[in-house]
């Protein structure tokens, strides 16, 4: 059975990789640093099903739930807690019939407030918004006004999650719009030290509700 997504934390999203090893020991330090959820990022493909096994492992030992992006495939092989879906991906519905009724579905949703709509009337696990701040990871991404937090907390009845170029210092006016998650890549695996970037974020979420 898979994780619960949580209410509200730290998101944490691997960057691109070469060594596995070098990942999953990143990985660990940013586990132990308090992150809710994680995401495997691999566009190139380059985990095989054992490594995600592994990092699926190493998850759960935290209590801490693993998101596939973009490949339902590899998370039912390896029995992962949900996949992340954007624009050009499969529907939640394909979704839900690959992985099952209690799988994690996050669905991407930009700056389009409707689609996140559809996304939780669909069943969605949480939508995520962004990017709110310039990202490496994807610097052509439109940028997004913070006041779509606000809209979609009055509209949509499950989780937001608030995604490109957060730091600890400008992620606390994202909590205080109503994102309900961080997810931040670089700011956390792109620190020299990746235990003490994920608790700094985490600080953001103590007493902020």
Request: net charge neutral; with cysteine; glycine share 10%.
């Amino acid at each position: 059975m898979a994780l619960p997504f949580p209410a509200s934390g730290t998101y944490a999203i691997t960057p691109p990789f070469e060594g596995f090893d070098q990942l999953i020991k990143q990985v660990e330090l940013v586990l132990q640093g308090g992150i809710r959820v994680l995401q495997l990022r691999d566009k190139q493909r380059r985990a095989s099903d054992s490594q995600a096994q592994e990092l699926l492992q190493l998850c759960h030992a935290y209590g801490v739930p693993l998101i596939i992006n973009d490949d339902l495939d590899l998370a039912l092989r390896i029995g992962a807690d949900g996949v992340h879906l954007g624009k050009e991906d499969l529907s939640i519905q394909a979704g839900r019939q690959y992985l099952g009724p209690e799988a994690i579905i996050g669905i991407s949703c930009y700056g389009d407030l409707q689609r996140a709509i559809t996304a939780c009337e669909n069943h969605a696990t949480y939508v995520a918004f962004g990017a709110f701040f310039p990202s490496s990871t994807k610097p052509q991404a439109p940028r997004v006004s913070k006041e779509i937090l606000q809209q979609a907390k009055q509209k949509v009845q499950c989780p937001v999650v608030a995604i490109g170029g957060i730091t600890p210092t400008n992620g606390k006016a994202l909590l205080q719009a109503g994102t309900d998650l961080l997810a931040v890549i670089n700011g956390i695996f792109g620190q020299p030290n990746p235990k003490l970037a994920a608790m700094n974020y985490n600080a953001l979420f103590e007493g902020n509700r």
